[in-house]
């Protein structure tokens, strides 16, 4: 199945949809990853916290894909801010990966009160410059950190993988992004195990366009201009992941599922002004 692309600030371009790969470990997350790109998925988000880079490589290997045809992105820890500590966490994860480049590399957290985050990015952009990643991002950034990246540094990340679904559609951000040439990764896209999937909207939307509520949801991300990175241990639900290019919500149900948003949609206690990620 063909991906479209999407363009990012540096250049590159990456997948209009990705792999998510939390909680997946060990020979089940190798397999998960293994089918996951036999189904079509170019484009694998992991990150040091998840420990399971490791697995994430050996699925890499195991499908049997060029690594050229590959896009792996992971994330720098909060235990592992600051300049040379992002040098060392940048090698620890490309060993465990068993790649030479790493292809997307992101801040997991800005954790600002220990206010490393500049320096980390900092020390990611000489990692591009020395061309051993090739694309420099965020996670879970507001405007004002990202604000604050570019003014420090003259630069601002190609993407920002932020927490993004119906109940948390994230709509002042989004458009902050598009004003920057941000590209937004959406985390939880499916809204992880919440009842999102079960909303009448969207029901009726799947029925209407004899697809699932899962698509549908994905479908909404991608018109957005939102990569969503779901996760699915089924080969099945993969590949229906992935199935999102041959229908158009029309803009009435894009509206409708944007008005399931409501103010305490996070699914955890995830505002990045407070969260300290380890
Ligand atoms: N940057 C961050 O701070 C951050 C935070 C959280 C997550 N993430 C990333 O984002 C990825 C995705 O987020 P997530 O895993 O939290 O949530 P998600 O992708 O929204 O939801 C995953 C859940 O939905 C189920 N599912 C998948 N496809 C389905 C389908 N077609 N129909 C019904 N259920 C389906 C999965 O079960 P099965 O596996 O059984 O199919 C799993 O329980 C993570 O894996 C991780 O890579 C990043």
Same mark, same amino acid.
């Given at each position: 199945?063909?991906?479209?692309?999407?363009?990012?600030?540096? *250049?590159? @371009?990456?997948?209009?949809?990705? &792999?998510? +790969?939390?909680?997946? #470990?060990?020979?089940?997350?190798?397999? !998960? %990853?293994?089918?996951?790109?036999?189904?079509?998925?170019?484009?694998?988000?992991?990150?040091?916290?998840?420990?399971?880079?490791?697995?994430?490589?050996?699925?890499?290997?195991?499908?049997?894909?060029?690594?050229?045809?590959?896009?792996?992105?992971?994330?720098?820890?909060?235990?592992?801010?600051?300049?040379?500590?992002?040098?060392?966490?940048?090698?620890?994860?490309?060993?465990?990966?068993?790649?030479?480049?790493?292809?997307?590399?992101?801040?997991?957290?800005?954790?600002?009160?220990?206010?490393?985050?500049?320096?980390?990015?900092?020390?990611?952009?000489?990692?591009?410059?020395?061309?051993?990643?090739?694309?420099? *991002?965020? @996670?879970?950034?507001?405007?004002? &950190?990202? +604000?604050?990246?570019? #003014?420090?540094?003259?630069?601002?990340? !190609? %993407?920002?993988?932020?927490?993004?679904?119906?109940?948390?559609?994230?709509?002042?951000?989004?458009?902050?992004?598009?004003?920057?040439?941000?590209?937004?990764?959406?985390?939880?896209?499916?809204?992880?195990?919440?009842?999102?999937?079960?909303?009448?909207?969207?029901?009726?939307?799947?029925?209407?366009?004899?697809?699932?509520?899962?698509?549908?949801?994905?479908?909404?991300?991608?018109?957005?201009?939102?990569?969503?990175?779901?996760?699915?241990?089924?080969?099945?639900?993969?590949?229906?992941?992935?199935?999102?290019?041959?229908?158009?919500?029309?803009?009435?149900?894009?509206?409708?599922?944007?008005?399931?948003?409501?103010?305490?949609?996070?699914?955890?206690?995830?505002?990045?002004?407070?969260?300290?990620?380890?």
């Amino acid at each position: 199945m063909s991906i479209p692309e999407r363009r990012l600030n540096d *250049g590159t @371009s990456i997948p209009a949809t990705g &792999f998510g +790969t939390y909680p997946l #470990r060990g020979d089940e997350g190798e397999q !998960a %990853v293994a089918s996951a790109i036999a189904a079509g998925y170019r484009l694998i988000d992991t990150a040091v916290n998840y420990a399971n880079e490791n697995a994430v490589g050996r699925g890499m290997r195991a499908s049997g894909v060029e690594r050229s045809e590959l896009m792996v992105q992971t994330k720098i820890p909060g235990r592992h801010h600051g300049y040379d500590e992002t040098l060392a966490s940048f090698d620890e994860s490309r060993h465990a990966l068993g790649v030479d480049v790493i292809d997307i590399l992101l801040i997991h957290w800005p954790n600002p009160s220990v206010d490393k985050y500049v320096d980390t990015f900092k020390a990611m952009l000489e990692l591009r410059d020395r061309g051993l990643v090739r694309t420099v *991002g965020v @996670s879970n950034f507001t405007e004002e &950190f990202l +604000t604050r990246l570019q #003014r420090e540094t003259g630069e601002l990340p !190609a %993407v920002n993988q932020v927490e993004l679904h119906p109940y948390f559609p994230q709509q002042e951000l989004l458009r902050f992004h598009a004003e920057h040439d941000i590209v937004t990764e959406a985390w939880s896209p499916l809204g992880k195990n919440s009842p999102v999937l079960t909303e009448r909207v969207i029901a009726g939307a799947a029925a209407a366009h004899g697809v699932t509520p899962a698509q549908v949801v994905l479908r909404w991300h991608v018109q957005l201009g939102s990569v969503p990175l779901p996760k699915s241990s089924s080969p099945e639900r993969q590949r229906e992941n992935l199935d999102l290019f041959g229908f158009e919500l029309t803009d009435d149900e894009m509206a409708a599922i944007t008005a399931l948003g409501r103010n305490d949609g996070r699914l955890f206690d995830g505002d990045p002004n407070h969260h300290e990620e380890q």
